[in-house]
């Protein structure tokens, strides 16, 4: 299994959070392991848009297309960009290593409250 580097950057820009992953791990749980603001109330099922992020636009190319459900998902998110993804549904691989993605500014983890 390789090592994925991924960048999470902070809703202002200000603050950048590197963070070590395995191949096959999520981006939602990683996120979550390093303390980044990302709810996942529904636990990776698709039924919110709580881990919503915004991923560089030089990496959203490397992801799969997003799926129908995703996209309907993504529709309620706030503050959606064109590259916008759920955390709960990027799969790391090595072809992601380096990936970088923002938190968005109407992100509010509720669970850490």
Do not use: W, Y
């Not at 993504?74 to 990027?90: F, M, W």
Request: aromatic fraction near 2%; glycine fraction near 8%; hydrophobic fraction near 40%.
């Amino acid at each position: 299994m390789s090592a994925i580097t991924v960048h999470f950057v902070s809703s202002d820009g200000e603050k950048t959070v590197t963070a070590q992953a395995k191949e096959g791990d999520d981006l939602l749980t990683v996120a979550q392991i390093h303390d980044q603001p990302l709810e996942g109330t529904c636990e990776g099922q698709m039924a919110c848009s709580t881990c919503h992020v915004i991923v560089e636009a030089a990496d959203f190319g490397k992801l799969p297309e997003a799926s129908e459900m995703e996209e309907d998902m993504l529709d309620l998110a706030a503050g959606v960009r064109r590259t916008s993804r759920l955390a709960c549904q990027i799969t790391l691989t090595p072809e992601l290593d380096g990936l970088t993605v923002q938190i968005p500014a109407d992100s509010h983890n509720m669970q850490g409250i």
